[in-house]
């Protein structure tokens, strides 16, 4: 290779690279794109949110990157941004976090929880010592519909999600109620607590103000 050719490859590799840095198409680099219509045909909906929401990427080098509009697909297991009736299904090799913003509240979705680990859970509470996971899945059924003595089939998303506790290395699957958190950690004293401010942990904010407790005994 003569050294013109040298100098314009070099030139090339550095533009590419210097794009890249900037994270101007970052969000669409190894992501696959969709269409908004693919579930036109399909009752119910494999989505988390009901609406498309605000949020921010943020990449493996904990970059951000704000979007208008992205939502949890819990059938691909997969975050997705919307533009126009564009819909690109990301890449989570590149994201390990993702805020979103409804309703006034801030969720947040991690992946890599273990290192290999690139399953997306919404971190419900995180710290130090453990970590409240939530896992919603999506699972597309075909259901027997009867109509006028015939009968046929369509498809239809059942969703579920699931819950799990990430603690001493280890991640736990567990019931999101009451009795299973407290026997899970084996504090008995949690049950006055519960008692007394009148918590569920199947709400949010009761299940950060138990574990925020649960940890300021261990401190002591």
């Known amino acids: 290779m003569n050294k013109k050719k040298c100098v314009l490859l070099a030139c090339f590799l550095l533009s590419n690279l210097f794009a890249f840095s900037q994270g101007a198409t970052l969000y669409n680099s190894n992501n696959e794109v969709l269409t908004e219509k693919r579930y036109n045909n ?34 691909s297991g997969l975050l997705e941004i919307k533009e126009g009736e564009k819909v690109i299904q990301l890449n989570q090799n590149l994201y390990n976090r993702i805020e979103i913003t409804t309703e006034g509240q801030k969720h947040v979705f991690i992946n890599r929880v273990t290192p290999l680990d690139l399953t997306y859970y919404r971190a419900i509470y995180q710290s130090e010592v453990m970590q409240f996971l939530e896992k919603f899945e999506s699972e597309l059924k ?18 579920r999600t699931k819950s799990f506790l990430f603690k001493d290395g280890k991640l736990n699957e567990i019931n999101r109620n009451n009795k299973k958190v407290v026997e899970f950690l084996q504090s008995p004293k949690l049950n006055s607590y519960l008692k007394k401010n009148k918590l569920n942990v199947k709400e949010d904010a009761d299940l950060i103000k138990l574990l925020a407790y649960y940890e300021s005994g261990l401190k002591k």
Request: proline fraction near 4%; aromatic fraction near 18%; avoid cysteine.
């Open 42 to 75: 399909t009752q119910g909906t494999p989505y988390f949110y009901k609406d498309w929401s605000k949020g921010t990427l943020y990449d493996i080098k904990d970059q951000p990157l704000a979007h208008t509009h992205i939502n949890f697909n819990g059938e």
């Open 142 to 159: 075909e259901e027997e519909v009867a109509t006028y003595g015939a009968s046929k089939f369509r498809s239809k998303f059942v969703n």
